[in-house]
């Protein structure tokens, strides 16, 4: 297996995500005490060489995942089979034995998955994996799955006439791909590696190759490659263990076994530069300049999964962690080149080690950005670090593992079937949760201020540095640039070493509120298992226990008005105000002393002023034990909302460079013009204008943001897997003390919430100054209804069967596009608004024929739907309603936060999967009869 895969899963492990997977004997390797695998897989190797895992797992509840893993990637390819292992994947879909062309996406549509979110594959430079997540933990739906799973592996038909359909789909898909920041990265991998073979085995292919394959050519490397012992199949969920390995077993064994030679791996090159370079990519479409420095060093390092091997990538980890908290520093430093600068690196992988530093800077101030960051770097790698630092780090990676223990259950079954089928590929290990807690732990308590600082010295003295410089500079001669940054490098590491100064650290006081709590209404509704509170101050608690995520709660604090209450002649002012709050700190503490203080924990805080809510929200999903935290300090930033200049000016420098960046997205009529005009030209919906932004003092932001927090009463919404009495006595010694405030209801006044739907929707050409070769065909009908759920659940399967209709017209039939999407899109706020959108990524040259295919698809709804695209649309929808209720976020996001002043939302949330099972085709049909009206139509290409 290839060392990209040894990389992954270990560096998996590393960043303390941990999977599992079978426990074997403990084997001593030398004098080092192998790392087990984790008990609760069980592994097994059928005769044919077929490998597979079995894990039960219970996230979500009455689901199961498959996975099959075909060792194969684009890096595999033969100079002339370049796309060939891509094109393989997608023809999974069109026709095996047991799966007809073109049924495979409506069968398992009826069992209750949707195509791409359950069933779907990809292919990389080193695998081709296909998934399926079952909607249903059924014996018979767990054989089908595996059906399909052995055709995939042995019996695709590879039908000429399919190849020739699929091939425009990949055509689209490369389109589909095409953008500034795909450009740029092919470019970048070229400059990083320029020896090695990635650089001419990008997964999606050559269009040539693609163009010209055949039938002949991808059965060739079907039968190359698709073999039991180069194949590894997981199989993840809430199941019965003996009973799936069975059925593995029977349906796997069908597998022919494959006694010829597997083809050598291929010579992917040397990865590591041999020299220090400087390039710079010029392209209108990206942001702000990005300059990536990077440092790298072929090595030879053992690949034992041992004990010691965790102690080395851990020391490396926790100073890359001081590092990117000094860079972070420099960025919120006052009238900052830097807006942002970050490290990555990796020891890990067997034959290279390598170090990153990205940083993104002020276009015209780009020089002294770099000189800032590479000065940062030089003390960093000449001067230990602090004590406190190293406090800081070891308290985040033993909060990080104790939490990965206690939350281990919260994996979710695909993610853990994924890691089994690489681990079991790459013939390396995933250990126990709490395998790498006891390990990590344990070393980390050892480590010291100067073997930290040695690591720090040795990730930042692997090699000359190189840097690829992105962005757009006017045009200005690239080899002129290129010299630049030779020299501001050359003068930044030759000049004196100055002192680094030192760094003030507050200490953390919790806010005392000394007024009397009471409480004056508790009802407790007992279907949902829901607490709803009053105080006497008028704040209100909305609490469930949800015991899905253990160990986890979600915190949430909102004020009814946020966005809405944005005055008419201040357009953006709430975009822009909580942008600048996210960068200002809370309350009295700076941002940086924010992250000592929550350093070791869960806590953390955020604000929201989102429009469609129509509130201010400040909120955070943090572990059980640091709820009281976590409330203290979601009390701190409604009591004292921070907004700094420093982070003010930041802000405005990062959005004027993106401003300037906007008229070459080819989405940016969409944005500015389209958008807008859909709601009636509302300024709330007006794209910012930095120049407007500008004008917007600190002072009056503050106030405007003060207001908000005072305009209405908190409202305080818990959901986690904590005690009632827990969060109650805890609101109840925070919020419940504060001085009394008006309890204003969201349904406010109509002059706010009312939007003039315009009479002519528009038809738009748009012509954008792009270097993407696509075109976007943006189709949008308007639906005469008022939100409530009922209406909206029927309008998603409305928006399913259309989509649907379109994947069979335009994608399989026209194969014009890779991915066409119809969503709905509604506002409980704004009356009126309410949009079925179709977005359609093809060619330019066929935009005005899929536009218009797009409408007659849409139009044939509105004489009827059949009761077989109705069940197909329908099931998945009840599927991702059942996995919803398992989640914190459907409980604090969707259901809690209006419940007191919206009592709709309980009969909404108790009569959900009962009103999809009563839901009828004519209930939907009613709603397409909006398809059959004139809708607004924009196709957006590249001006020629």
Same mark, same amino acid.
């Given at each position: ?63 199961? =995942? ?12 033969? +100079? ?21 062309? &073109? ?14 979110? +359950?069933?779907? @594959? ?30 995939? @592996?042995?019996?695709?038909?590879? &039908? ?51 163009? &010209? ?43 022919? =076994? ?30 702000? *300049? ?78 002294? %950005? ?21 406090? +800081? ?14 939350? /281990?259950? &919260? ?140 160990? /986890? ?45 929550? %350093? ?62 906007? *008229? ?82 969201? @349904? ?9 739907? *315009? ?56 194969? +014009? ?20 959108? %179709? ?92 398809? @059959? ?12």
């Amino acid at each position: 297996m290839h060392a990209w895969i040894r990389t992954l899963v270990l560096h998996l492990v590393l960043l303390f995500v941990s999977t599992s997977i079978a426990l074997f004997a403990v084997q001593i390797i030398g004098n080092e005490l192998y790392i087990p695998w984790d008990s609760s897989i069980h592994v097994g190797k059928l005769t044919n060489g077929l490998f597979y895992g079995i894990m039960p797992n219970y996230k979500p509840e009455g689901r199961i =995942s498959l996975r099959l893993l075909v060792d194969v990637g684009s890096l595999d390819e033969l +100079d002339h089979q370049r796309g060939l292992a891509h094109f393989l994947e997608h023809m999974a879909f069109r026709g095996s034995k047991n799966f007809p062309p &073109n049924t495979a996406v409506a069968f398992f549509q009826r069992l209750g998955m949707s195509f791409g979110e +359950d069933t779907n @594959a990809h292919t990389s430079t080193e695998e081709t994996l296909f998934k399926l997540d079952l909607a249903s933990n059924d014996t018979a739906h767990v054989s089908e799955g595996l059906a399909f799973m052995l055709d995939l @592996a042995q019996n695709l038909e590879l &039908n000429e006439a399919e190849v020739v359909s699929e091939r425009g789909v990949i055509l689209a898909e490369t389109k589909d791909r095409d953008s500034a920041v795909y450009r740029k990265a092919v470019t970048e991998l070229a400059f990083t590696h320029p020896e090695a073979l990635y650089n001419e085995r990008l997964p999606i292919g050559l269009e040539e190759v693609v163009r &010209n394959a055949t039938s002949a050519d991808l059965r060739q490397f079907y039968e190359t490659w698709y073999r039991p012992d180069n194949m590894y199949l997981a199989v993840v969920g809430d199941m019965n263990v003996s009973v799936v390995k069975a059925e593995i077993e029977k349906i796997f064994s069908q597998l022919d =076994s494959n006694d010829s030679e597997m083809p050598e791996a291929p010579d992917i090159g040397t990865f590591c530069r041999n020299s220090p370079a400087f390039e710079y990519y010029s392209d209108n479409e990206l942001p702000t *300049p990005v300059l990536d420095i990077t440092s790298c060093k072929q090595t030879a390092k053992s690949t034992l999964h041992t004990r010691h091997s965790y102690r080395a990538p851990m020391l490396y980890a926790a100073a890359v962690s001081i590092l990117n908290r000094r860079l972070a520093v420099l960025s919120e430093q006052a009238d900052s080149a830097v807006l942002h600068a970050a490290a990555h690196a990796s020891f890990d992988d067997p034959d290279y080690s390598s170090v990153m530093i990205q940083v993104q800077a002020a276009e015209t101030e780009w020089k002294e %950005a770099l000189s800032k960051t590479m000065t940062v770097v030089k003390h960093a790698a000449a001067n230990p670090i602090q004590e406190w630092e190293l406090n +800081d780090v070891r308290s985040e990676i033993i909060n990080q593992q104790k939490r990965s223990v206690a939350e /281990k259950s &919260n994996r979710h079954s695909g993610s853990l079937a994924t890691s089994i089928t690489r681990a079991l590929a790459s013939n390396t290990v995933v250990p126990a949760p709490e395998t790498v807690a006891e390990i990590i732990i344990s070393e980390i308590a050892q480590v010291s201020v100067v073997s930290v600082s040695t690591a720090m010295r040795e990730i930042l003295s692997l090699n000359d540095w190189s840097i690829f410089m992105s962005g757009s500079l006017g045009g200005e001669d690239p080899r002129l640039i290129e010299g630049d940054i030779a020299q501001v490098l050359e003068e930044t590491l030759a000049a004196p070493l100055e002192s680094g100064g030192t760094r003030d650290r507050q200490e953390w006081a919790p806010p005392l509120v000394e007024g009397e709590s009471k409480i004056i209404s508790h009802e407790f509704v007992e279907d949902l298992e829901i607490h709803m509170i009053e105080f006497s101050n008028n704040a209100t608690l909305n609490f469930k226990h949800v015991p899905y995520d253990t160990g /986890k709660v979600s915190v949430t604090v909102s004020v009814p008005g946020g966005a809405l209450l944005e005055p008419a002649d201040s357009p953006g002012l709430a975009y822009f105000t909580a942008a600048v709050a996210s960068q200002s700190g809370l309350g009295p503490y700076s941002k940086d002393s924010i992250r000592s203080i929550l %350093a070791g924990t869960s806590a953390g805080i955020g604000l929201e002023l989102s429009l469609h809510d129509a509130e201010l929200r400040l909120g955070h999903v943090c572990s059980a034990e640091d709820i009281e935290l976590q409330l203290a300090l979601l009390l701190t930033g409604y009591l004292e909302p921070r907004l700094t200049e420093d982070a003010r000016t930041a802000v405005l420098k990062n959005l004027a460079e993106h401003e300037a960046r906007l *008229p070459h997205l080819l989405q940016w009529p969409l944005l500015n013009v389209v958008r807008p005009h859909l709601a009636g030209n509302d300024s709330r919906f007006a794209f910012y204008d930095v120049g407007k932004l500008k004008g917007y003092e600190l002072e009056y932001m503050q106030e405007w943001l003060q207001s908000l927090a005072r305009h209405s009463a908190p409202h305080i919404t818990i959901a986690g897997d904590i005690a009632p009495e827990t969060a109650i006595e805890l609101v109840s010694s925070t919020f419940g003390r504060l001085p009394a405030l008006p309890q204003k209801s969201p @349904a406010f006044d109509s002059d706010l919430t009312r939007l003039e739907v *315009p009479t002519d929707l528009g038809v738009w050409s748009f012509e954008v100054d792009t270097a993407d070769d696509k075109a976007i065909v943006h189709i949008a009908w308007h639906v005469p209804v008022e939100y409530d759920a009922f209406t909206t659940r029927r309008l998603n399967v409305l928006a399913g069967v259309l989509q649907d209709r379109l994947r069979v017209a335009l994608r399989d039939g026209r194969g +014009d596009t890779y991915s066409p999407s119809v969503t709905l899109d509604i506002s409980e706020i704004f009356g009126g608004y309410a949009w079925l959108t %179709a977005v359609v990524l093809v060619s330019p040259g066929v935009a005005e024929a899929v536009s218009a295919d797009t409408v007659a698809v849409a139009q044939s709804l509105a004489s009827g739907i059949e009761e077989d695209e109705f069940d197909r649309a329908l099931q998945p929808i009840v599927t991702s309603y059942r996995t919803a209720e398992q989640t914190l976020r459907y409980w604090s996001r969707t259901v809690l936060p209006k419940v007191h002043s919206d009592p709709r939302r309980l009969e909404w949330a108790r009569g959900r999967l009962e009103d999809l099972g009563a839901m009828t085709v004519e209930s939907v049909e009613q709603h397409a009869r909006c398809l @059959a009206q004139q809708p607004s139509v924009a196709v957006m290409r590249p001006r020629v």
